[in-house]
């Protein structure tokens, strides 16, 4: 546990040192954007903003700065490019990301660990190879494709918008129950689209997973003493093929903030994703170096949890 | 023509001929009608200064109501918004953009010399929380802000003359004088911008809160807002030019049109601006402007999506983003389907796709030749522009090379636009000859008398797919006449960093400075740190007064020499002619080599939506289509 505060340190160095690699600043970055729209900014407005920023210090103040910021005010700085504290802009996007993402995970656990199952089961019938062909050609896809053709088809067939989380009525709106229910409106459709992909490998994973071990000879004793077919399959096989499973909970907790960038910039939805992209791309360092950090994080904590789970869920692993 | 009134005299511009109106005569839009009844708000005559501006509708006076519905690309796009509602200022372009014309001045003096600005304001203006505006606000805003050294830190070019900054005094409550150190004869012009919005952006009454001057508590203000200091407070709440804080704060007073109400924040999918109930324009009839009630703008974050929601009607004005000559057909296509009309705006641009040779390239033989007009002539030669017009720009375009396009602009210089524009493979390899380079390798690539291939490499942006589409043409033409060219083509600011430590032969980029030439002369004269790309190197050696980088060629120096006689001509007529002068020597040197001028860009707007001037220019310096008077759009019944 302790060792993850050393970690932590390492990561927050290469963070800051990877974000600043690529050439020039956010003041570069801004000059070159404004340019590229045909508008002008003057060298001394220039100067002005690197200095009002502290991009005209060194990278190692520049980086004490950060973190003593984080470490004793809990600051995560400024966005440069939106004048407003990180965390604010953050927190923002968090909610609509958690919900999204949980939301995604849980379809896609729905959908996969039963025709997981069932295609191991019934290994090679026609259930398995249509399951089999979806699975494929859900991971061959690629997401954004999708969400384009459905935006089209919506577009041209249907007359509808299947883009964002809200419809204009409710993009602004407080909170209240209607705005649920236009979010649950909208939310399936970015659900499917980024379920198709995850689901399709879990299939694949479950499938293989459950094959090596129903014909272990402990299943074959527990069905010659007479247990019922589906205890059989639930109580053991089942349990051990979830522990890859359970192992990669570490990688989704920090994709459950930061997943699917290009599918979230196609179907506009207002998460993370894009704004990591954005942020990295206008070298808003601050911003882009909390949301780093924060996945950085997520994955430890992730790991974490997925170590405590398994011990649960299999009791032959315990820690050294 | 740009009409700057003559100033050999001092002489007094009258205001636009405001016509007789009782003052009974205005009426507003009904949704403002229950506010005055529930005495929320004061009545109509009030609300207007006592000679409102009166605006002339294009085609015809228009109705009340609607909502405007535009996009906005992602969150970093708050200039879009500013370009819609428009910067107000003392004046404004007029909508054919050649001539100034009064905006929040009443009447503007100039003094004979250029170097004084006396402008006298509405009486009753008034801010969209009712404040009356005086000159005071002014005041605030130069002296207090642009002039004090923690807010900005440099002196702002728009309003500095011989290195000082502009004095700006009060002369009576309403009239404010701006004393420049020396003649500024384009002033006016840089007002109309968007470069010099300065003056009345800030109300005194609201943001002097902020300031240290006027509130000794601002640094609890400053804590409470976890703010770095009262500079970034005042941003955050009371904005700048070009940032997004100026739409994100529905408190901040504002001159616009339409006030912000859903703000342009960091997660924001929709900003909305309802009118400014304190708007001080009425029409010929009488009606207070704007016409439509709200303006709603679609935060998309791609491209492709607000292509998409164009052709579904779901944008009633669309001009940014999607005026690619990519999307013409698929819009012109789907104009019934989507109840919208399409309309062609003549960018501002000298070029669509411009190559910018280098001066000061590192490659010291290749460098000889870049200065060799003969070579570079041969070069320009031995491209075939009508290939690149017909594969690149769906022939839509024409042969270019520099300056404006459109005839009747006043910097129109036939000579810089069209000569060596004719694809003439005979003359190009006479010259390579001439110039030296008769030898050619196994390849068929010709090489230096010293020995060596003739490679040039061009920067391009891969952001631009159009620069590259040119390019990879002109590479296959030059190399049959026996030169290679290699494309380096990289993301934005990896583009810029080459440019800037002069890792480049050639780059690939517009020309400004067409219609807009005299505001936008970076492809004319090295002035600009990071476009003027015939030599960035003569451009730090021009603004360090000669301490840094190289000593420009000849006729730069003529033409830079020409500039600073230009920025303190003391008339109009000497400053044109002096400008003319430059545009006639790069004419003569020939050191950019244009490709195509830009085709029509295209924009979409509602069947029903009228008074639109549709053959808006569209470019930064004319903020598109800030100038051609949202307020007085209005929607058909």
């Known amino acids: 546990m302790l060792s993850a505060i050393p970690f932590m340190f390492m990561v927050s160095l290469t963070v800051f040192i990877l974000i600043q690699l690529p050439p020039g600043d956010f003041v570069d970055s801004y000059a070159a954007s404004l340019s590229a729209s045909g508008e002008v900014i003057d060298a001394a407005t220039m100067a002005d903003m690197r200095h009002r920023f502290g991009l005209d210090q060194n990278i190692l103040m520049q980086y004490f700065q950060w973190m003593s910021g984080i470490i004793l005010h809990g600051d995560f700085g400024y966005s440069f490019e939106w004048n407003s504290p990180v965390s604010a802009l953050l927190w923002e996007r968090m909610g609509l990301t958690l919900i999204l993402s949980i939301c995604t995970l849980m379809l896609t656990w729905m959908i996969a660990l039963p025709i997981g199952i069932y295609s191991a089961v019934r290994r090679y019938s026609i259930g398995d190879y249509f399951f089999t062909l979806v699975g494929f050609v859900g991971l061959a896809v690629p997401q954004f494709l999708l969400a384009l053709v459905m935006m089209f088809a919506g577009v041209k067939y249907f007359g509808i918008d299947v883009t964002g989380l809200f419809s204009q009525d409710y993009a602004n709106a407080p909170w209240s129950w209607d705005r649920v229910v236009d979010l649950l409106k909208h939310l399936w459709i970015p659900m499917i689209i980024l379920g198709t992909a995850s689901s399709a490998s879990l299939i694949r994973i479950m499938r293989a997973?459950?094959?090596?071990?129903?014909?272990?000879?402990?299943?074959?004793?527990?069905?010659?003493?007479?247990?019922?077919?589906?205890?059989?399959?639930?109580?053991?096989?089942?349990?051990?093929?979830?522990?890859?499973?359970?192992?990669?909970?570490?990688?989704?907790?920090?994709?459950?903030?930061?997943?699917?960038?290009?599918?979230?910039?196609?179907?506009?939805?207002?998460?993370?994703?894009?704004?990591?992209?954005?942020?990295?791309?206008?070298?808003?360092i601050y911003l882009s170096g909390a949301i780093l950090l924060l996945i950085c994080l997520l994955t430890v904590v992730g790991m974490l949890i997925s170590d405590i789970l398994l011990v649960l869920l299999d009791p032959r692993i315990r820690f050294e | 023509?740009?009409?700057?009134?003559?100033?050999?005299?001092?002489?007094?511009?009258?205001?636009?001929?405001?016509?007789?109106?009782?003052?009974?005569?205005?009426?507003?839009?009904?949704?403002?009608?229950?506010?005055?009844?529930?005495?929320?708000?004061?009545?109509?005559?009030?609300?207007?200064?006592?000679?409102?501006?009166?605006?002339?509708?294009?085609?015809?006076?228009?109705?009340?109501?609607?909502?405007?519905?535009?996009?906005?690309?992602?969150?970093?796009?708050?200039?879009?918004?500013?370009?819609?509602?428009?910067?107000?200022?003392?004046?404004?372009?007029?909508?054919?953009?050649?001539?100034?014309?009064?905006?929040?001045?009443?009447?503007?003096?100039?003094?004979?010399?250029?170097?004084?600005?006396?402008?006298?304001?509405?009486?009753?203006t008034r801010w969209s929380d009712g404040t009356p505006l005086t000159a005071d606000d002014i005041l605030f805003s130069m002296n207090d802000l642009v002039s004090n050294?923690?807010?900005?830190?440099?002196?702002?070019?728009?309003?500095?003359?011989?290195?000082?900054?502009?004095?700006?005094?009060?002369?009576?409550?309403?009239?404010?004088?701006?004393?420049?150190?020396?003649?500024?004869?384009?002033?006016?012009?840089?007002?109309?911008?968007?470069?010099?919005?300065?003056?009345?952006?800030?109300?005194?009454?609201?943001?002097?809160?902020?300031?240290?001057?006027?509130?000794?508590?601002?640094?609890?203000?400053?804590?409470?807002?976890?703010?770095?200091?009262?500079?970034?407070?005042?941003?955050?709440?009371?904005?700048?030019?070009?940032?997004?804080?100026?739409?994100?704060?529905?408190?901040?007073?504002?001159?616009?049109p339409w006030i912000i109400k859903e703000p342009y924040g960091g997660s924001a999918t929709k900003v909305v601006l309802e009118r400014n109930p304190f708007f001080w324009q009425v029409d010929t009839k009488g009606q207070q402007l704007p016409y439509i009630d709200r303006v709603q703008l679609s935060v998309i974050s791609e491209v492709e999506t607000i292509v998409l929601a164009a052709i579904n009607g779901q944008l009633d004005f669309q001009l940014r983003h999607i005026s690619g000559i990519q999307n013409r057909p698929v819009l012109a296509e789907n104009q019934a389907k989507g109840a919208y009309k399409i309309f062609g705006s003549a960018n501002v641009n000298a070029n669509a796709a411009g190559l910018w040779l280098n001066q000061s390239t590192k490659n010291e033989k290749l460098k000889k030749l870049m200065r060799n007009k003969d070579f570079r002539?041969?070069?320009?030669?031995?491209?075939?522009?009508?290939?690149?017009?017909?594969?690149?720009?769906?022939?839509?375009?024409?042969?270019?090379?520099?300056?404006?396009?459109?005839?009747?602009?006043?910097?129109?210089?036939?000579?810089?636009?069209?000569?060596?524009?004719?694809?003439?493979?005979?003359?190009?390899?006479?010259?390579?000859?001439?110039?030296?380079?008769?030898?050619?390798d196994a390849d068929g690539f010709r090489t230096y008398p010293e020995g060596g291939r003739v490679s040039i490499n061009a920067i391009a942006m891969i952001s631009n797919p159009v620069h590259i589409d040119v390019l990879e043409l002109i590479r296959k033409q030059w190399?049959?006449?026996?030169?290679?060219?290699?494309?380096?083509?990289?993301?934005?600011?990896?583009?810029?960093?080459?440019?800037?430590?002069?890792?480049?032969?050639?780059?690939?980029?517009?020309?400004?400075?067409?219609?807009?030439?005299?505001?936008?002369?970076?492809?004319?004269?090295?002035?600009?740190?990071?476009?003027?790309?015939?030599?960035?190197?003569?451009?730090?050696?021009?603004?360090?007064?000669?301490?840094?980088?190289?000593?420009?060629?000849?006729?730069?120096?003529?033409?830079?020499?020409l500039y600073d006689k230009w920025q303190t001509a003391k008339s109009q007529a000497e400053a044109d002619k002096l400008f003319k002068e430059i545009m006639e020597e790069a004419a003569n040197e020939f050191e950019l080599i244009g490709t195509i001028r830009p085709a029509l860009e295209t924009g979409v707007r509602k069947a029903n939506l009228m008074n639109v001037y549709q053959k808006m220019p569209s470019g930064w310096t004319y903020p598109t289509p800030g100038p051609t008077l949202l307020q007085q759009w209005f929607f058909a019944k």
């Open chain 2, 479 to 561: 190399a049959k006449a026996g030169i290679e060219l290699v494309i380096q083509s990289s993301e934005r600011t990896l583009f810029y960093d080459r440019a800037a430590n002069n890792q480049y032969d050639i780059s690939v980029d517009v020309f400004s400075g067409g219609q807009d030439a005299s505001l936008n002369p970076r492809a004319y004269l090295s002035i600009h740190p990071q476009e003027s790309r015939m030599s960035l190197e003569w451009t730090k050696y021009y603004l360090s007064n000669g301490k840094n980088g190289e000593k420009p060629s000849p006729s730069m120096q003529k033409r830079l020499d």
């Open chain 2, 377 to 440: 002539v041969a070069l320009s030669l031995a491209m075939d522009r009508k290939e690149i017009n017909d594969i690149v720009f769906l022939g839509q375009g024409a042969p270019w090379q520099l300056g404006p396009y459109v005839s009747t602009s006043k910097w129109f210089n036939q000579k810089l636009g069209t000569q060596y524009t004719g694809f003439d493979a005979k003359q190009a390899g006479e010259l390579f000859d001439k110039v030296g380079l008769s030898k050619r």
């Open chain 1, 209 to 284: 997973n459950l094959i090596d071990q129903l014909y272990m000879p402990y299943v074959v004793t527990a069905r010659a003493k007479g247990l019922s077919e589906t205890k059989l399959l639930l109580k053991y096989p089942v349990r051990i093929a979830l522990n890859p499973f359970v192992s990669s909970i570490g990688w989704i907790l920090p994709n459950l903030i930061s997943g699917a960038v290009i599918t979230s910039i196609v179907l506009n939805l207002q998460t993370v994703g894009p704004q990591l992209y954005q942020s990295l791309l206008s070298q808003d």
């Open chain 2, 1 to 124: 023509m740009r009409l700057i009134p003559s100033r050999q005299l001092a002489i007094v511009v009258a205001a636009m001929a405001t016509l007789p109106i009782a003052a009974s005569a205005y009426t507003q839009a009904p949704m403002l009608d229950k506010l005055v009844q529930d005495k929320k708000l004061e009545p109509v005559d009030k609300r207007l200064p006592a000679t409102p501006q009166v605006i002339k509708p294009l085609e015809k006076v228009g109705v009340y109501g609607g909502t405007l519905r535009s996009a906005l690309r992602g969150n970093g796009d708050y200039n879009a918004i500013l370009r819609l509602v428009s910067p107000q200022n003392f004046v404004r372009w007029t909508m054919d953009f050649n001539g100034i014309e009064p905006n929040l001045a009443e009447k503007y003096v100039v003094s004979p010399d250029a170097s004084e600005y006396t402008f006298s304001l509405r009486k009753g």
């Open chain 2, 149 to 256: 050294k923690q807010f900005y830190s440099n002196n702002l070019a728009p309003f500095t003359v011989n290195d000082k900054l502009v004095q700006v005094s009060k002369v009576d409550d309403y009239t404010v004088k701006f004393k420049f150190a020396g003649p500024y004869i384009s002033f006016l012009e840089q007002l109309a911008t968007p470069l010099a919005q300065h003056p009345l952006l800030w109300q005194k009454k609201y943001c002097s809160q902020f300031h240290p001057k006027y509130n000794p508590h601002v640094a609890d203000l400053v804590a409470k807002e976890k703010a770095k200091d009262w500079a970034q407070l005042m941003r955050n709440k009371c904005g700048d030019t070009e940032i997004a804080t100026r739409w994100t704060n529905p408190e901040r007073p504002t001159l616009d």
